[in-house]
């Protein structure tokens, strides 16, 4: 597997996102393809993660817990089992409301921008 490094908020890891690890749930690369790649997402209840969009359409499935799922227009509540298609393009942030963990399935060209004007 291709190691990659992102950097959020002047800190580095390999295969690891880590914005805040008090605050922000972890985002850990578990698979690369030639199309697509694969993170997991856990946290804690009352974990946030910021106002971000992929470039590409993610696919999001709950292996564990429960998060509320906002974009500006309207919010989800994600349970263990959910499949959700979250747009290209679309701002969003989501909210732990469970000890939770989830798959999410975009295309290797697809990268995660997080917005400039966060609060979190």
């Given at each position: ?81 959910d499949t959700f ?36």
């Amino acid at each position: 597997m291709p190691l990659f490094v992102l950097i959020l908020n002047s800190i580095v890891m390999k295969n690891t996102i880590t914005i805040n690890p008090s605050t922000h749930p972890e985002l850990l690369s578990v698979a690369t393809g030639e199309t697509l790649k694969v993170y997991e997402v856990s946290g804690s209840p009352g974990m946030t993660m910021p106002l971000h969009y992929s470039t590409e359409e993610a696919v999001v499935t709950v292996k564990l817990g429960e998060s509320k799922l906002q974009f500006p227009d309207k919010e989800f509540i994600l349970h263990t089992g959910d499949t959700f298609l979250i747009p290209a393009g679309k701002l969003h942030s989501m909210i732990i409301l469970e000890e939770f963990k989830a798959l999410i399935v975009m295309s290797m060209k697809s990268e995660i921008k997080f917005s400039s004007i966060n609060s979190n």
